[in-house]
Nanobody
């Protein structure tokens, strides 16, 4: 089982930026589809960004144009650059490295999570 460690979260003012990192203990093969979820207090965990290969990225409408997902397979690391942050982006962010398309949407192959990175956007 791959261990995931997210970092880079913090408190930022509206309009600010943060860059999250996710280090995986095992190899992230270039064929893996990786992504970021987020969970706000009292809400479900939602998928906000995925990347297949090196550049085939897709985003939830709520973050499109503001967030950028990237990966460095040599470092077994996934990144999420977040710009123009809004209070509604406040959540715990989790990375995953085992997504697959099940015919209707993106699903996980395994049910494990890292500790997440807390992002708080507030003035």
């Amino acid at each position: 089982q791959v261990q995931l460690v997210e970092s880079g979260g913090g408190l930022v003012q509206p309009g600010g930026s943060l860059r999250l990192s996710c280090a995986a203990s095992g190899s992230i093969f270039s064929s893996n589809v990786v992504g970021w979820y987020r969970q706000a207090p009292g809400k479900q965990r939602d998928l906000v960004a995925i990347i297949a290969g090196d550049s085939d990225a897709n985003y939830a409408s709520s973050v499109k144009g503001r967030f950028t997902i990237s990966r460095d397979n040599a470092k077994n690391t996934v990144y999420l650059q977040m710009n123009s942050l809004k209070p509604e982006d406040t959540a715990v962010y989790f990375c995953v490295v085992d997504l697959f398309w099940d015919g209707r949407g993106w699903s996980r192959r395994y049910d494990y999570w890292g500790q997440g990175a807390q992002v708080t956007v507030s003035s």
